[in-house]
């Protein structure tokens, strides 16, 4: 079955730094494009990054531009978000998603269909 098991979340003080890692198992993972997604307390899941199944499309949401980067390593079936600048307004549950279908690339919630159970980011101000 399809497992996405992320990880590399915690405490980190403003204008820190973390990587997320997001796991892999059950399918074809190079086949597949993935993304990342976010939950802060109280508001709806918002998306965060997303990344084509050879990277060669990647997506980022205007608010993480040019501090988030996404990247996957399909040899070891896991996908990275590597984070900078943190902010407090980047506290949240992130999430790994797989595409519903080997050619979709999206930003939307709906065309994914498998979810990891998330990693609390928390950033202090």
């Known amino acids: 079955q399809v497992q996405l098991v992320e990880s590399g979340g915690g405490l980190v003080q403003t204008g820190g730094s973390l990587r997320l890692s997001c796991a892999a198992s059950?399918?074809?993972?190079?086949?597949?494009?993935m993304g990342w997604f976010r939950q802060a307390p109280g508001k709806e899941r918002e998306f965060v990054a997303a990344?084509?199944?050879?990277?060669?499309?990647?997506y980022y949401v205007d608010s993480v531009k040019g501090r988030c980067t996404i990247s996957r390593d399909n040899a070891k079936n896991t996908v990275y978000l590597q984070m900078n600048s943190l902010k407090p307004e980047d506290t949240a549950v992130y999430y790994c998603a797989r595409t519903s279908s080997p050619i979709s690339f999206s930003s939307n919630s709906r065309n994914y269909n498998y979810w990891g159970q998330g990693t609390l980011v928390t950033v202090s101000s």
């Open positions: 990344i084509s199944w050879s990277g060669a499309r990647i």
């Open positions: 059950g399918f074809t993972f190079n086949s597949y494009s």
